[in-house]
């Protein structure tokens, strides 16, 4: 089989959720025996070389300038039906690019990469007779409500409010178009369902590659320090964390003064570079993600908005942390509340959690533990692009074809 893979990026360094969901569907399913053809936009904020995935995946690309423009914004708000956000990855060169590589590499199944690929799909419909799937990687319109309904600025919450709108339209015009849709969560594809869509869909989850479940464990008898990792530019994960350290983090600090919180992502934006809090370390990117959660037994995940799930999350739990996180950090992911996860939304549950942590460790060592078998069991990727294959044999795809 052939599978083509339409990106709006090179997925890789790997260092977001994003970038791993897609470079492991590309390796797994050439380890499994098909041939894997990737045609990516190569945006000038994520630029790379793509001889990145040769290993596994013939590559081709076109460059693109994606960078936001506010005069453009307000242009898309009155004079286009395309959400602003999307429309940036929209590319006359790109479409000549990608009717190139279907004639030089006719493919069996053409998957688009996320809602912003939607852009592509009239013309991948028009130019060939196979299946078209969306990889959903979230509800992308569920992200930008839940991030204008959290924002205390009035302007930025009305224009996020029109934006979440117009991405929700949009979804909703492609969604039928579709011959079928991978999810990357049940919740995710009762969404879809809700939405008015009615083919064929799937819930497939990314998974966690071999390396994180092979580590040795790392355990504190003392609790010392506490740990964050996450993308600083991601808007979610800036106003969860923002609504911690504000809500959360100053009360626990005149309790427990001794303790730190670390701060670990990719490009921080200049509001994180300027946060002053006690005992609160910044790091910025870290050369290994692997490397810098191990030195931690408690990793917070404090998220007010996002949608589809947190690899960071199960890629945690994989090293057997405890991870405390908000009920929408742990969406996604079938955990449950202490038996391998620890939830809480308001301060109060949060102050809560992390004095019982600092006062137990041996808990969150049991608890680590037993997310860690939970990973395990039901993460694997080898599993998982098998379900992936089932759901493309209805197609009467044939195997290795």
């Given amino acids: 089989m052939t599978l083509l893979q339409i990106t709006n990026r090179i997925p890789y360094p790997l ?38 995935m040769n290993e596994f995946a013939q590559v081709y690309t076109h460059d693109i300038n994606t960078d936001l423009s506010i005069w453009k914004a307000l242009n898309n708000l009155f004079f286009s039906n395309i959400p602003y956000n999307i429309q940036r990855f929209l590319s006359q060169e790109f ?5 190139e590589v279907t004639q030089k590499h006719p493919p069996d199944i053409i998957q688009l990469e996320g809602l912003h690929l939607c852009l592509y799909l ?3 419909k028009s130019i060939t007779h196979v299946p078209v799937i969306l990889r959903a990687h979230n509800v992308e319109f569920e992200i930008w409500q839940r991030l204008s309904q959290n924002e205390k600025n009035p302007l930025k919450k009305v224009y996020l409010n029109h934006l979440s709108q117009k991405i929700k339209k949009y979804e909703i015009q492609n969604l039928n178009l579709l011959d079928g849709i991978l999810s990357i969560s049940s919740k995710d594809e009762n969404h879809f369902r809700k939405l008015g ?11 966690v590659s071999e390396k994180w479940l092979n580590q040795d464990l790392f355990f504190e008898e003392k609790i010392t320090q506490i740990g964050f990792l996450g993308s600083l530019e991601w808007l979610p994960n800036v106003q969860g964390l923002e609504w911690f350290l504000d809500n959360v983090w100053l009360k626990f600090h005149e309790q427990f003064p001794d303790i730190e919180l670390h701060i670990a992502g990719k490009k921080p934006i200049e509001k994180v570079k300027k946060w002053k809090y006690p005992k609160v370390v910044i790091h910025g990117e870290v050369p290994d993600a692997l490397e810098y959660l191990k030195s931690f037994s408690v990793v917070i995940v404090p998220l007010l ?20 996180t908000t009920s929408i950090g742990a969406e996604g992911i079938d955990v449950q509340h202490y038996k391998n996860i620890i939830v809480a939304n308001q301060p109060s549950e949060w102050l809560k959690e992390l004095e019982n942590l600092i006062k137990n460790p041996t808990f969150a060592i049991q608890l680590g533990e037993k997310a860690r078998e939970f990973v395990k069991e039901h993460y694997e990727w080898s599993h998982l692009i098998q379900e992936m294959q089932n759901f493309y044999q209805q197609f009467k795809i044939k195997e290795n074809a």
Avoid: F, W
Avoid at 95 to 99: K, N, P, R, T, V
Avoid at 198 to 204: L, R, S
């Fill in 15 to 52: 260092n977001d959720g994003g970038a791993i969901a897609i470079y492991y569907v590309s390796k797994y399913m050439y380890l499994a025996g098909h041939q894997v053809v990737i045609a990516s936009l190569n945006t000038n904020k994520h630029y790379q070389d793509p001889s990145v």
């Fill in 95 to 99: 479409s000549e690019l990608l009717i």
């Fill in 122 to 124: 009239d013309l991948m």
């Fill in 197 to 207: 869509y009615k083919g064929p869909i799937k819930t497939v989850p990314v998974g």
């Fill in 305 to 324: 908005s996002g949608s589809g799930m947190r690899v960071k999350v199960i890629e945690s739990m994989a090293l057997g942390k405890c991870i405390i």
